[in-house]
């Protein structure tokens, strides 16, 4: 299986700030990186796929770079509803594998 | 847009089999362009892909369950299903229904999932 390794595993910030979450895949998985956003007691949602395209309704302050082993998501000025646990996930190789996820939490 | 909500048990005991439907609507099962994927969630962890199934019949499993589960399809119903037998209490889980679609040349992702349901192995 291909491991998925997001840092940090946490992130304090504040409303305006640029914040960067790092996802590492075990080995290449070209551009196929999607990324996710998930509240308490919510399903996640999707955000970003193949590494860098946003999906239609997020807003642009999202973004994503990256390919082969290193990605990030980077969120430009922080709102109030971006506080959540971010994930990424390879669709490269079967089983899907996700990140353990990053806890963007309010400093 | 589509919707998908999951159906079944709250409690299963061990040694049983977990089953769960998800119900589509504004969307088709029938649409060629996607997969119908099951993902879980264990208590304040991270996510677990289990497998999909597409229209046709066809399905992937993750090999760490494959021994246990079976993902079905009824296209008359609009729904599919998850079977996993023999469970333990390491299958407690928020269990997830989604759509994957597949994107050329990107791989899949996830778009569209249900609120999820929290299933309890426990005698």
């Known amino acids: 299986d291909i491991q998925m390794t997001q840092s940090p595993s946490s992130l304090s910030a504040s409303v305006g700030d640029r914040v960067t979450v790092t996802c590492r895949a075990s080995q290449s998985v070209s551009n196929y990186l999607n990324w996710y956003q998930q509240k308490p007691g919510k399903a996640p949602k999707f955000l970003i796929y193949a590494a860098s395209r946003l999906q239609s309704g997020v807003p642009s302050r999202f973004s994503g770079s990256g390919s082969g082993t290193d990605f990030t998501l980077t969120i430009s000025s922080l709102q109030p509803e971006d506080f959540a646990t971010y994930y990424c996930q390879q669709s490269y190789s079967i089983p899907h594998t996700f990140g353990q996820g990053t806890n963007l939490e309010v400093k | 847009q589509v919707q998908l909500q999951e159906s079944g048990p709250g409690l299963v005991k061990p040694s049983q089999t977990l089953s769960l439907t998800c119900t589509v609507s504004?969307?088709?099962?029938?649409?060629?362009?996607?997969?119908w994927s099951w993902i879980r969630q264990h208590p304040g962890k991270g996510l677990e892909w289990i497998g999909y199934i597409h229209y046709s019949g066809s399905t992937l499993y993750n090999p760490s369950l494959k021994s246990r589960l079976t993902i079905s399809i009824d296209t008359s119903e609009n729904q599919f299903s998850l079977k996993l037998n023999s469970v333990t209490a390491a299958d407690t889980a928020i269990y997830y229904c989604a759509r994957e679609l597949m994107v050329r040349g990107s791989g899949d992702c996830f778009d569209y999932w249900g609120q999820g349901t929290l299933v309890t192995v426990s005698s």
């Open positions: 504004r969307g088709s099962v029938s649409s060629g362009a996607y997969y």
